[in-house]
Every structure is written in C-alpha cells, then in structure tokens.
C-alpha cells in the first residue's frame, strides 16, 4: 500500500528541520521509490530555505546511512528529489512565492509537521503556528483549488487533563471539551500581545529594567546598559506571554499552551475544511496523526537517533548529573513515549493511505485520527523508566568537572507540590546568595566561585522549570487508544510491513532504554562520561593559545586590578601622604575613610563622573613634586602591587610583535613610570597652571580633567580609532579587563580576556565562553596605602 | 639536629655512627673602641700615605661602600659603614673637601631605598649629602655615567662608573663578612657594569673557581685582580679600607640557643627553640619575613685596616679565617645542609627558588679550602620551602627567568649561551634596575652560574620540605623528610654513605685536608 501508494508521488512537507521532519523526509527518501519532495522552510536570518535545507536537513545525520548505502553519488541523486521553497507557517498565505504556490498545488500529499514544541512557547507565538498554522494550510490549498491529502501532526495531550481512556476521536467529541472559539482565541492571543508589549515600555517597568541591567553590567557604559535594557524587555514580555499561555491553558482544561494550542489547531482545521467545502471549494482529505512524548529511534534509520534536545533528554541528563534529585510522578503511572520512527512510519502510512482515498479509493471519514502512542498497548510504567535509568547511571557514572563519579540519588516518587517547594526554596537561597557574592569585592578565583553559584542557581531554576512544564506529563493518567492505529498497520502490504514498523508492541522497553536510548541521550547531551579531567584546561589552552597567536596583532591592557591590584584612590593616597606628619597622617585615613563609602558608590554608578570629582583633590599640587615622588610610588606601590603574570604577558605580546597599549583612568603623572611597558599609554590627564609660591614660580595642577576620562564606551571608541590610525583590525585585538565597567573595551575587539574578574564579569565570561586568566595575587595588601614617612624634617601639606 | 628551613626550623635526626656535624668556632672578641681603631687604621694604612695626607681641598673625592648585601643580617646600629664613613668624612672637612660623592657600590644589586641608605649611613650623613644629591646608588646602566678604562692582558674589558674614573680619589667602605669579598673585588665588580662583569660572572670562571671562596684558588678573583691592575695603571686612586666582624648573630639574648650546639642545650633552651618553632609555624609567611628581616644582628668589628688594596686585603683575609676557618679532615658522601631565611640578594624581600640554589650550591657549597667538603659524585640535601614565591619588585626578571629560563633548561652552559643575552639587554629590566629596585636583568642568570661548579661536582641535589614542582623545576629532587632524601641520595651513593651537616649560619669556613 506504501510503497505502490505513494511511489512517485508529489509530497510537500512542512517542519522538516524539525525532530519528525527530518525523520519523515529521510524514510520517504529511503523506502518510498521516486517520491518528489518539497520542503517548506523559513528563511534563516542570514540564509536561504535551500541552504537551510542542505545544512540543517541533509546534513544531519540522519541521513548517514543514506549516504553509507548509496555514496556520495548516489546520494546527490537522491537528494536531488528534495528542494525547499521559502515560506512559513506563521504568515498568511504560508508566504510563498509563486514557485512555492505551485509545488503547493501540485503536490499529492501535503504533510503538516510544523509546530512550536516548545510548552513554554510565548501563547502568541503557539497560537500563530500551532493553531492558525493548519489552518492556513487549508486555506491556501482552498485558493489554489487544490485537493491533495492533508496529515497533520498534532499530539495526543489535545485530550487534555483527564484520566482513563483517551480515544482516537476528536477534540470536540471529549465530552470535557469547553466549547471555546478558536477565533476569539486567536485575537485575544493577538491583543495579548499588543497589550504586554504596551505595558513593557511603560516607564515604571523600563526603569526597573534600566535598574536590574545596571546591576548586571555595573558602570558598563551608557551603550551597553542600553542594549541591556532593551533585551531585558524582549525578556519580559516573552516570559509574560508564556505565563499568559500556560494560565489561560490550564484555566480551560490543558497542562499548557502547547496542548491547548494544538486542540484549538485541530478543531480549527476541521472546522475550515469543512467550511471550505460547503462553499464550494476542493474537498481537501485530511488525517491527523497524533503521537505522544516522542523521543529516539528504535531502529530508523539507526537505533538511537534523535534530533535536539526534547523533553526526557534533558531531565534525565540533570537527574544523572546529580541536579535533579526528584521528579513529580506515580510510580504506577504511564509514560507515553514513542520511538521517533513508529511515528513516522505512521504518518507515511496514514498519508499514503490518503493519497489513495484522494483518488477515489475508499474514503475514509474525515478527517481520520491515528494516535501513535504505547500507553494502551504496550506501556511503560514510571516505576520501570526510573529503575532502569537509575541502574544505568550507577553502572556508568558521569562524571562532574574534577573527573569524581556522580552518584545518582534514589527517586522517591514525591508530589509535584513537593518537589517545586523544594526547588523554589533552592532556587530563592541560591539567588540570594548570588546577590551577597555579588556585593563583596571578590576576584579571581572567589568570583569564578560566584560564577559557581550562579550556575548552580542557573541549574536549579532549570530543574524548577522542568518540573514546572513536564510534571503534568509524568503525573498524566489518560491512557491514549490505538485502535485506528492497529487498524492502519493491519491494512498494510507484506513488503510494507518489511520496511516499515508502526505497532508500538515491538518496543522491548528495558532494551530500549538501556541499549536505545540512554547511550543516545548521553552522546548527544555531550555529557562527561569518562573520568578525564583535561577538557576544561584544553579549551583554557586553546583559547590562550589564540591569543598568543603572532597572528593578532594588539593587546590592550587595563591596568587597575588587570596588571596591578590598586587604583586611583590608593594611589592619591600614597602621594598624599607622602611628605604628612604622622598627626597629618592619622588626620587623613580618618577622612578618607569616612568618604570611602560615598567614593565607592560613586565609582560604581559612573566611573567618568568619579573620576572627574576625585581628581578635583589634586587641585594646587606641585607638578615637579609629584613626579619625584611618582617615582618612588612606582615602586612601592604599583610594582608591588603588580601581578608578575600580566607584566610578563604584556611582554609576551610585545616578543610577538603585536602593539601593546594601556588604557586606564589612572593620572598620566602617577603611572609614567610604567609607560616603557607598552607601546601606547591612554590615560587621565590633569591641565596644569603657573603659581608662584614661595619658592618661586611653581607649575601646579588645576585638578581638571583635560579631555574625556578613558572609561566605559569611551575605550571601545579608543580602540577602534588607535586600530585605523595604526591601521590594525580591532578583531584580531586582545583586550585584558578585569571588571563589566570595561565590557564595551573587551566587546570591542575579536579575543576578549578577563582577568581576575569581578563577579559580574566572572559570569559574563563564563557565558560567553572567553578566556579567564587568573593572574594571581599581589604581594602588598594594604587598605589605605600610604608613602613612607617623610624622613627629612620639612613636612606640609600638599594636596587637599 | 637543628635545621634552617628558610623562615622556619626543624630538628632532623641524622644516622649517628655515620655523621659529623661542623659547628661555627665561637665569636671572637671585638675591638674594645671600634671607633679609634678606624682612625688609628686611617692613619697608619698600610703601603699608603696616611689618608689625611691624600686629601685635598679642591679634590673630587667618591667614597664608595658596600651595599645590603652585606652584612647577613644586617647589622645593628651604628652599622659599621657609618662609624667609617664619618671618620673619613671628619677628615675630608679638616681639609677642606668640598667634592664628595658617597656611592653604594652594587654593580648589579637593586638599588638600596632610602631606608636602607640610613641604616648604611646613618642619618646625619644621609640628610647631609642625599638631598644635594651626592649619596646615591650606583648605575650601572647610565648612559653617560660609566666608562670603559681598557682591557686587561686577558682581553677582559674594564668599566668603571665616570664619577669614580674622574676622581682624585676612591675610598672604598668593605664589611668583609666572608673571605670573597673585598679586594679589587670592591672597586672591580661593586662599581662596574654588565659590560666587564661578564667576563667573570661566568660559567667558565666560576668552573674555574674552585672555591671562589678561596682567593688564590679563585679565577673570579684572578680576573678581578686583573681589571684592578688595569684601574690602578689608569691611575685610579684607591684607598681601600676593609673591616672584619665576628659571627655573633644572636647575641647573649634568647636566640642564643640557635648559635649554640645540641647537646649543649639546656631545658630552658629547649623550651626556647620549641616555642620560637612555634611562633614561626603559625604565622604567616609574610609575618615571618617581616620579623625575621627586622633582626639586627649584634656584630662585633674584629679588625679594621686601610690602604693599598691587595696588601689591606691579605691582611683582611687572615682575619675572616680566624673567624671562620675549621680543619676538616676527610669529604664526606652527603652534605647536609639547612637553608636559612635570607641570603645576600633577598634583604628584605623573598628567597625565591633561584636564590635557594645559589645559597646552597653557591655559596655554602663554596665554603671551603683545598677540596669541596663533599666528594665527586657526592650528594648535596637541603632543607629550604623553595616555594614559587617571587619579590615583584626586587626579582622581576627572576620571576621570567623561572618560567622561561628553568621551563627549558638547568645546563647554566646552554642558558648562557642562548638567554643571558636577551635577559641582560632587555629595556624593561634596565628601566626597573635604573628606576625601581630591581637586580639586574642578567642577575638570576648570575645567581645559577654561582652555583655551577657544584652542579658539575655533584651526583645529586635533594631538597626537603621543599615544593615537588618548583624543586624539580630547579633539576633537583624533593623529599618530604631527611630520611626520605637519605633514602634518595643511596641511590647514587649506596647504602652507608658518610653524612658532613655543616650548620650554617652563623657563618663558616671549611679547610678540608
């Protein structure tokens, strides 16, 4: 029936980046003869639907047996039966162009795979392709007077919240369906929208957007903080849309969005076929296949197959991680997992069947619903899932980041309350404890600990959203009927049944999980399955290793806490205190430090303004004086101070022939003596004016600012301008920072590299994958550094 | 037995039928009046002119002095370059010298802080001549401040700081702590740059100098000789005054118990050692070096002679050994030795894995006369951290040096010839010598080739206590007791080896027969 069926037919295939539509589209290439295939594909943002097609679709791997069995040649040839046409579900008229209208219209079968399986998707979103996208099908097929058959993947959770049987009928004949219209559905979901987006740009949220990116990013520059907002925004509105969904879900019957999204989708579609029809258009022949959680291959096209990260995947992967330590769930309740292939065979059945009914065959009610699931037949028990992972793990550990062995805890099976305390109660500690390590002034190696925490929040959060999203799965007690799917495979040819297996009796589950699945889940979630511990340095090793490379061609430093563990303030008060009396001295670290805090939280908001107000205190001081003594300070203080790893690196770059260049708010008299260091030195400086003292004529300090302090954005600027006037290209830049305030200098060139770095940073490098050098500790550690006292009995006071 | 273990003790056991132990000779006494003992030296000099008779009015006088380096520890106050200085500088006003340029000789050295100018000094002579600019630390780096005297009959080239070259005459300041230095050594090597200093301050040399310790067995020594007669033909003028001290370290104090010999201990001393042991564990490595740097030893000057140079310095040298020098008969297999917190190029700073070797290798390997106290193919144990800890502001190029020099190679030949010249020259480490306090570029490379005849002598070095990875960075093998590095030395020296601990400080000479 299959093969002879659609043997050279026309299929047009909607969602084959997907999960299924990759399956679908490799099993039709490989066991149906001749069969035409277009695929309907978004274009990338960058990319066409062609190019996504042969990188996203035919490169998978998927398609490697394919390419085993037939080589390259023959697998051209193959290939050459598939081409994508530009469209998308999502808009009217699926966006095709003319081309894309007439393969639509000539295709035999149209296959609608297409979907947000996401069950967090914003509701909008779910609605738009979920609900209005079969519709929009229907009605593109409507104006083009088209009538080829139409399946259409939808779920077996469209039966919503309800217990016992769950049969292959449709959504509206459940006697607990609210009769909802889908339309009105569709608008709210729509004003929904408009309504959140309008909210989000209301001053009070943007301010407290402003405040939150603030915090993340510290005095990073008014730029960057800008950009922070807006994507804290877009956040916003997203996560209100997903809570939009999911409540207006569970407020009429359906675990989330999704599930309530494809209901509404199938009722839709029903109902514009039939209206279709009744006005006189073509009588489109519909199937809607509806499988359960589908989740590895059994066997096809290898066993173990799977595409992206689905729902078992990553709960699984954090429970043998040691993270998750609990799921909601009955031990006696049924998981309803199906092997991705079972349901594609199913699909290519139920098509072939309808193509061969479009042509006058016997019809079949309309439309025909097939549900692909094991929970009647053949089910897995949760009790049994649980058990086989959990022998699996023991006997093949993974293995955490110093290469020890995770130990899997044992399952107890709590309730979902339980749990979601439990993890809501992790998740507000851990939080609160990101917060304090965010406020200490950690470094280095203690703020990558920060980083640590961070990431353990980070997990828990997942876990909590885990448990939030799934557990209604695990704790789902319909038991979903195959009875149309028995019948699909009794109708089935020999040579069909040889090349093609729907009937979910054949799963052997502890086979399954263990040799199948487990194995699969492992390999793809890339996760630490042998003690080694080297992949972490490796990666620091690479990485180092392209910045060292003779290929970059500049390196730009900041100095405070990059190169040397001080900064303005110390400095100032070193020189200040230089020439004091030991009373003058007492006097001074008794003020500085009743200012510390008002200095400190002036520094954190905008570093230019700190820097422009501290450097009013050098208002009258000796120019000549201070360089004498900036000397000595260059000793005592910054070398002292120095990190020995970070002068050698400067070094390092400058052997290899890169430009060397120091960019820092320090004052240009405080730090000339480390200017041979670099080749370029970008820093404060002072103007200076004629006093006449009792000495004579003495050059002093006018304690303003001559031009822009180098800080935040105003160094990206720095750097893009030094690189055209040097004519180098920024991306093959280093720059070494220590603190957020610097992001715009480390996003301004192509090798960013943190050093020491602040918490916030600490994070940010983490997520962005950059290197982190930890160049150790100084080697004076004093609070309030001081000159040493003013030997030579002529002491006085200098600066304010 | 009592070990220095850096900043800390330990008390080791050694194998009792097969060790011997050499003990420092007790201090002798000093000068009862330090002070009239310099001027009567001034006076009656030997093979010279009284120094009275040598100044002038209108004369460029340079009084050059030994720098910290010396003495270990450095000495109480008044220290005894004060006491001498301002006798001469007593004399230089009675005749009406005006010209006075008062230099710390420390060649490579890093330049002394104010601070330490005072101790050295002391203060009146310090706010005399600092401000005005005439008391400063030599520079060897000094574009326009050195010149090139000649060359000797050796082809060695001879440098000399321009203010020293231009004067009518030098008196050079020694404290002879050890019979190495002092000499044409002083003027030679204190006021010179790398330009001559090369030529001695090498492996060839140093394999040649068996021991440095040892002047007429010394080739460091010979080719200084050789430089002060091209100096002293240049018509330089040099009135060399040298002092000795005796090794009292301690003091009658508690810390006593540390000069004196194990079985001599009382409970009271037991109980002394035990709790300074102690006290030193538990603090902080910073917090023991600020204390242990901040002794002051009670040093008493022994001699004091002036005059010709090489004449002051036979004189000079009878006088270190009767100080320092014991008869030994016999090597030995092992050389135990205790490393202790400070060695002349970490006043004030940190012994870094560099200095350990040169303390070890360098000089108490060196101390001897006649033969090396350990045999050929012997084995050398020393206790020391040798932690990978680094003075950012002394020891920059020590820091590179490790990470760049010893990641390749701890063949002092090969480093010599492939990286002393990059280190020596390198702008940065000149501009940190010039205007911080830093030692030299080439100065770690010194401090190995220091250490390198004994690296040719020995089977073995083995250090306990000492950290696995900077250790074996080092070329040498760590052990964490004395019985496991005598487990590791019969390796090389078989199963019943004889076992020389020779406790040092306070400091002493070995004359091995």
């Known amino acids: ?800 | 037995m009592l070990f220095h273990h850096g900043e800390q003790l330990r008390l080791e056991r050694l194998p009792a039928e097969r060790s011997r132990i050499i003990y420092p000779p007790e201090p002798l006494a000093g000068l009862d009046d330090p002070d009239q003992a310099i001027r009567d030296a001034l006076e009656n000099p030997i093979d010279s002119e009284p120094l009275s008779a040598l100044l002038f009015a209108d004369m460029r006088l340079t009084i050059a002095f030994d720098d910290i380096s010396l003495p270990l520890p450095q000495m109480r106050r008044p220290d005894i370059r004060q006491r001498v200085i301002e006798a001469v500088l007593d004399l230089a006003a009675e005749a009406g010298v005006t010209d006075v340029h008062l230099i710390a000789a420390l060649a490579l050295h890093r330049r002394m802080t104010e601070e330490e100018l005072r101790h050295a000094v002391g203060d009146r002579v310090y706010d005399s001549f600092a401000p005005r600019g005439q008391l400063y630390n030599h520079d060897a780096e000094d574009p326009d401040g050195m010149t090139l005297i000649g060359t000797t009959r050796h082809g060695e080239e001879v440098q000399i700081s321009t203010r020293v070259a231009t004067s009518d005459l030098i008196v050079y300041v020694n404290i002879n702590l050890v019979s190495m230095d002092g000499g044409w050594k002083s003027t030679a090597t204190g006021l010179s740059g790398y330009q001559a200093l090369r030529h001695h301050h090498n492996v060839h040399t140093m394999r040649q100098s068996r021991s440095f310790m040892d002047r007429e067995s010394s080739e460091l020594h010979r080719s200084n000789w050789r430089q002060g007669e091209v100096l002293r033909d240049a018509g330089i003028k040099v009135f060399q005054i040298e002092t000795t001290v005796n090794n009292d370290l301690y003091g009658d104090g508690p810390l006593k118990v540390l000069a004196k010999r194990e079985w001599e201990w009382t409970t009271r001393d037991r109980a002394t050692f035990m709790a300074a042991k102690a006290g030193l564990d538990r603090l902080s490595p910073a917090q023991r070096r600020r204390i242990l740097h901040g002794w002051r030893a009670p040093y008493a000057m022994t001699s004091v002679q002036a005059g010709e140079v090489e004449a002051v310095h036979e004189v000079t040298t009878r006088h270190v050994y009767d100080q320092q020098l014991v008869p030994v008969e016999g090597q030995t297999d092992i050389l135990a030795l205790g490393l202790p917190y400070i060695c002349p190029y970490n006043v004030n700073s940190i012994m870094n894995p560099i200095l350990v070797m040169c303390l070890g290798l360098g000089y108490f390997f060196n101390l001897y006369k006649g033969r090396p106290l350990v045999r050929e193919g012997g084995v050398l144990i020393m206790s020391h951290p040798t932690t990978p800890e680094f003075h950012p502001v002394h020891h920059p190029s020590y820091i590179d040096f490790f990470e760049e020099v010893l990641a390749e190679t701890t063949d002092p030949l090969v480093m010599e010839a492939q990286f002393e010249e990059r280190f020596a020259t390198d702008e940065w480490y000149r501009h940190l010598y010039r205007t911080s306090h830093a030692y030299h570029g080439v100065h770690p490379f010194y401090m190995w080739y220091w250490g390198s005849h004994a690296l040719e002598h020995l089977g073995g070095v083995v250090v306990v206590g000492g950290d696995p990875a900077t250790v074996r960075r080092l070329g040498f093998r760590p052990a964490s007791t004395m019985s496991d590095a005598l487990e590791i030395a019969s390796d090389v020296v078989g199963r019943q080896p004889t076992i020389t601990y020779f406790k040092n400080p306070p400091l002493s000479m070995v004359d091995v027969t």
């Open chain 1, 1 to 800: 029936m299959i093969v002879d069926g659609l043997a050279g037919t026309r299929i047009f295939v909607t969602g084959a980046t997907g999960f299924v539509g990759t399956a679908l589209v490799e099993r039709l290439l490989r066991c149906v003869p001749d069969v035409q295939l277009t695929l309907l594909i978004r274009d990338g943002r960058r990319t066409t639907a062609q190019r996504r097609l042969e990188r996203e679709v035919l490169r998978n791997d998927c398609f490697d047996r394919l390419r085993g069995e037939l080589g390259a040649d023959g697998f051209a040839e193959v290939a050459a039966r598939v081409r994508a046409v530009s469209g998308d579900v999502g808009s009217d008229g699926l966006g095709l162009d003319d081309d894309g209208r007439a393969a639509l219209s000539e295709a035999d079968v149209v296959i609608h795979s297409a979907a947000t399986v996401a069950f967090d998707s914003p509701l909008d979103r779910a609605v738009e392709i979920n609900l209005m996208g079969p519709v929009r099908i229907a009605e593109t097929l409507a104006r083009l007077g088209a009538s080829p058959h139409l399946v259409a993947v939808s779920t077996c959770y469209v039966a919503g919240n309800r217990r016992g049987a769950a049969p292959e009928e449709p959504v509206t004949a459940n006697p607990f369906f609210a009769d909802l219209d889908w339309r009105a559905e569709v608008d709210a979901a729509r004003r929904t929208r408009a309504d959140v987006d309008a909210e989000s740009r209301t001053p009070e949220r943007l301010d407290e957007f402003r405040a939150r990116a603030r915090s993340e990013l510290g005095p990073a520059g008014g730029p960057l903080i800008a950009e922070r907002t807006e994507s804290l925004r877009k956040d916003w509105v997203h996560d209100r849309m997903v809570t939009f969904g999911r409540s207006r879900a569970t407020s009429v019957g359906w675990p989330d969005a999704y599930a309530f999204t494809k209901a509404l989708g199938e009722v839709a579609l029903t109902r514009t076929l039939d209206r279709v029809r009744s006005e006189g258009g073509p009588d489109i022949g519909c199937t809607i296949v509806r499988p359960s959680i589908i989740e590895s291959a059994l066997a096809e096209p290898r066993p173990g197959w799977i595409r992206g990260f689905r729902m078992a995947e990553p709960i699984i992967l954090s429970y043998a991680r040691g993270l998750l330590r609990e799921f909601p769930g009955v031990p006696e309740g049924v998981i309803d997992v199906i092997p991705v292939d079972l349901v594609v065979a199913a699909i290519i059945a139920a098509a072939a069947e309808g193509a061969a009914a479009a042509e006058g065959a016997a019809a079949a009610d309309s439309p025909g619903i097939v549900q692909v699931a094991t929970g009647d037949a053949n089910p897995l028990r949760y009790q049994q899932l649980v058990d086989r992972v959990r022998d699996w793990f023991t006997e093949r550990p993974l293995y955490d980041r110093n290469g020890q062995p995770i130990v899997v805890p044992d399952w107890t099976f709590p309730g979902r309350g339980r749990v979601e305390g439990q993890l809501r109660r992790a998740t507000s500690v851990l939080e609160r404890a990101e917060r304090v390590v965010a406020a200490l002034p950690l470094r280095g190696t203690a703020a990558q600990w920060g980083a640590g925490i961070e990431e353990k929040r980070e997990q828990a959060r997942r876990a909590l959203s885990y448990v939030e999203l799934y557990g209604a799965y695990t704790e789902c007690e319909a038991v979903y009927g195959v009875q149309r799917l028995a019948e699909l495979d009794s109708r089935l040819s020999a040579e069909d049944h040889e090349l093609f297996t729907l009937d979910p009796r054949v799963i052997d589950w502890d086979r399954y999980i263990t040799e199948v699945h487990l194995p699969s889940v492992v390999a793809h979630g890339r996760a630490r399955s042998s003690p080694s511990k080297r992949s972490a340095t490796a990666r620091t090793d690479r990485l180092r290793a392209q910045v060292l490379a003779p290929e970059r061609q500049m390196a730009v430093f900041d100095l405070e806490n990059t190169i040397i563990a001080s900064n303005v303030v110390a400095t100032y008060s070193w020189l200040a205190t230089r020439r004091l009396g030991t009373a003058d001295r007492v006097r001074f670290v008794g003020r500085t430090l009743l200012e510390a805090p008002a200095l400190l939280a002036q520094d954190r908001k905008d570093r230019s303004d700190f820097l422009r107000a501290f450097y009013r205190r050098y208002e009258g001081a000796p120019v000549e004086e201070l360089r004498q003594d900036a000397a000595e300070h260059f000793s005592d203080l910054l070398l002292t101070r120095s990190f020995p790893d970070a002068v050698r690196r400067v070094r390092r770059h400058r052997e290899l022939g890169h430009t060397t260049v120091l960019i820092t708010g320090a004052l240009d008299i405080a730090i000339e003596p480390l200017a041979p260091l670099f080749d370029h030195v970008v820093c404060a400086r002072l103007g200076t004016r004629v006093e006449s003292t009792r000495s004579g004529p003495t050059e002093v300090l006018t304690g303003h600012l001559e031009e822009v302090p180098p800080t935040a954005e105003a160094r990206a600027r720095i750097i893009v301008d030094l690189c055209s006037e040097l004519d180098l290209d920024p991306r093959q830049a280093v720059a070494y920072a220590d603190s957020s305030s610097d992001l715009p200098m480390l996003e301004a060139v192509g090798f960013p590299v943190a050093v020491n770095p602040e918490p916030r940073l600490a994070s940010i490098a983490r997520k962005r994958g950059w290197l982190v050098e930890d160049f150790g500790s100084d080697f004076g550690h004093k609070v309030l550094p001081m000159g040493p006292a003013w030997r030579e009995r002529r002491t006085g006071r200098r600066l304010a």
